[in-house]
């Protein structure tokens, strides 16, 4: 490996190759790959204990309220249902905990009768939980889910309902996301949304406020609130914080809609003052109560109170923005914990879609809890928290509970691989063409992939290999895999001139059988190439080539996994997102090309070979 650690360009031409090698500067690692705003860093039980909650009892050993009151614990559910909280006081979060709701069988897991906790407490996740309290709560003034004081959380997934208090309140804390949760139906003359102030980095984004009198949410001091929907609110929906300090508030592509106990229809953010700075963009509001989805854009001039509004975005940490018509798609399709939606979140979304509903006092007037169905957990022998069945897929040993903390690839321990998987949520697209263009929707089995959903381009299984081609701007996946059962000549992506592709999260070559990606021109931006499968998944190496004739690939690592992942290269370039790594052999052809590292740090072990050297 040659080193020059001035250079920042690499040019890799027919005679020689320079590289560029520096130790590299990682990007801080996600809580789960999903994870986004000011929260997505924390941390949870990684590295920790495993605990699995064998009942649902209020308390004891087994329970909920135990598992999570010890630090450095992940947490996973062997039973499904509600547990029936009693006494006065909420369950605990001790800090470094992960709560994953996901592993729960049959419908889910739920909480009642009293709410949940992780005020004072750090690196905190939660994800795919119901929190319901209700009136039966011995305490008058219980919230659902409440942090004060807390850091470095993220909640994920989440149904808040039925709070005595505030339905969701976050205060004087750092550093915290809500995403892809619903927040529903505060309880008596103080139906309320929820308090969002004094914090110092606070994102809720692709989250769902549904019929709260007041506070959808009431804020103050710094809030990136990005892409919820806000739907029948009575008096108050968005509330900008009355506030004597300051306040610096983004609100973009959200959707604001008048419901049929809403009283001020065209007033979706109020209470503000000149104290409260608000960045204002894409937002829709829909206040004329006819039950048709026909919002018009909010500016400034529908807004009464007078804020001082701003022409840049305040820069908090990153969310991915959708429109707001995006936005309201996502939300009704995955907010909460979607993966088995229970009564009450599917009746919330009803509502929404038919512009019904109305704010209530007590869950009896819409049904109540209903039932969560158990089921039984998968056979886990060394209690682990990784079922024996994908040890096994994976090469794992179903006797030795320590592998759960190996790392994978990307830095995550083998557990959090495995409940990250039963977390995604993501719709799986299917290419089953024997060739054609990525944007033919009937060669797609679930249509046309979105940003959002896992792709997996497989061929039609018969001789020939299945060819998927890109020539036009806007191709996208969150997860995309090339090369599934389909002929031993395995599966091709190809982009052209003109075409490009967005993976947010991995693209993966030659995945359960031989793929290739070919790049003759056009632009693919993936944060993670892998090249190749290792053998247990697949029951043998399988061969992952990424062939750069022209254009541009943007990314931060190219590594292959098993002997069958090599980059040819005899063209186009590899440019840095961020601090670059690329291990994957490299045959280099005639012609050469570039790899940029973009001003990052970059270390290249590749073995190189071909005509080219």
């Known amino acids: 490996m040659l080193k020059n650690p001035i250079s920042r360009r690499l040019d890799v031409a027919v005679a020689s190759i320079i590289v560029a090698s520096v130790t590299p500067v990682l990007a801080q690692l996600?809580?789960?790959?999903?994870?986004?705003?000011?929260g997505?860093?924390?941390?949870?039980?990684?590295?920790?204990?495993?605990?699995?909650?064998t009942n649902l009892n209020n308390s004891g050993a087994g329970s909920f309220r135990d598992a999570?009151?010890?630090?450095?614990?992940?947490?996973?559910?062997?039973?499904?249902?509600?547990?029936?909280?009693?006494?006065n006081s909420p369950v605990a979060v001790a800090s470094n905990v992960t709560i994953a709701g996901q592993t729960a069988p049959g419908q889910g897991i739920g909480i009642k009768n009293s709410g949940l906790s992780f005020s004072n407490r750090t690196n905190v996740i939660i994800r795919h939980l119901r929190v319901r309290p209700g009136p039966y709560s011995d305490a008058a003034d219980r919230d659902g889910v409440s942090a004060d004081s807390a850091s470095n959380s993220i909640v994920d997934h989440v149904s808040a309902s039925w709070g005595r208090d505030e339905?969701?309140?976050v205060k004087n804390s750092t550093n915290i996301t809500v995403q892809h949760s619903i927040i529903a139906e505060g309880l008596f003359n103080h139906s309320m949304g929820g308090l969002i102030e004094g914090n110092t980095g606070m994102s809720i984004h692709h989250s769902l406020y549904i019929n709260n009198n007041d506070r959808n949410p009431k804020t103050k001091k710094e809030l990136d609130f990005v892409n919820n929907v806000v739907y029948n609110w009575g008096?108050?929906?968005?509330?900008?914080?009355?506030?004597?300090?300051?306040?610096?508030?983004?609100?973009?592509g959200n959707y604001f809609i008048a419901g049929p106990s809403s009283t001020e229809l065209n007033d979706p953010i109020s209470r503000g003052n000149a104290n409260y700075s608000m960045y204002l963009e894409g937002n829709y509001?829909?206040?004329?109560?006819?039950?048709?989805?026909?919002?018009?854009?909010?500016t400034p001039g529908e807004i009464d109170d007078v804020l001082t509004y701003v022409p840049q975005r305040f820069p908090y940490a990153p969310v991915y923005t959708d429109t707001a018509q995006r936005a309201y798609e996502k939300v009704l399709a995955g907010a909460g914990a979607s993966l088995n939606r229970d009564f009450t979140d599917n009746r919330l979304i009803g509502l929404v879609q038919t512009r019904t509903g109305q704010i209530i006092s007590d869950p009896a007037q819409v049904g109540g809890w209903g039932t969560l169905t158990g089921g039984a957990a998968p056979t886990d022998t060394d209690q682990d928290g990784m079922p024996d069945a994908w040890e096994d897929d994976f090469g794992l040993n179903k006797n030795d509970a320590l592998d759960r903390n190996t790392l994978n690839l990307f830095g995550y321990t083998k557990l959090e691989e495995y409940i990250n998987e039963l977390g995604g949520a993501h719709i799986q697209k299917v290419w089953t063409a024997a060739s054609g263009d990525w944007t033919t929707n009937p060669l797609w089995a679930g249509a046309q992939p979105t940003v959002d959903d896992n792709v997996f381009i497989r061929g039609n299984g018969g001789a020939t290999t299945g060819i998927a081609t890109i020539g036009s701007p806007g191709a996208a996946a969150w997860d995309l895999r090339i090369g599934g059962n389909g002929a031993a000549a395995g599966e091709q992506l190809v982009v052209n001139a003109g075409g490009t592709l967005s993976v947010r999260n991995v693209l993966s070559v030659g995945y359960q059988n031989r793929g290739t990606l070919q790049m003759n021109g056009g632009t693919v931006e993936a944060p993670y190439v892998v090249l190749g499968t290792a053998g247990p998944l697949a029951g043998m190496s399988r061969i992952g080539e990424l062939k750069l004739n022209g254009g541009t690939l943007r990314t931060t690592l190219i590594e292959p996994q098993g002997p069958g992942g090599?980059?040819?290269?005899?063209?186009g370039a590899i440019q840095a997102s961020g601090a670059l790594s690329i291990a994957a052999p490299i045959t280099l052809n005639a012609g050469g090309g570039t790899i940029d590292t973009n001003a990052f740090n970059a270390t290249i072990t590749s073995v190189i070979g071909g005509t080219g050297v």
């Open 30 to 38: 996600k809580a789960f790959p999903e994870a986004e705003g000011h």
């Open 40 to 53: 997505a860093n924390a941390t949870g039980g990684r590295g920790g204990t495993v605990y699995h909650v």
């Open 68 to 87: 999570v009151s010890v630090s450095g614990r992940t947490v996973v559910f062997d039973v499904g249902g509600w547990i029936e909280l009693v006494g």
């Open 167 to 169: 339905v969701f309140s």
């Open 235 to 252: 008096a108050y929906s968005y509330v900008a914080g009355d506030s004597a300090g300051l306040s610096y508030g983004n609100v973009v």
């Open 285 to 298: 509001w829909d206040g004329d109560q006819d039950a048709l989805h026909d919002g018009n854009l909010l």
């Open 566 to 571: 090599t980059i040819l290269f005899g063209g």
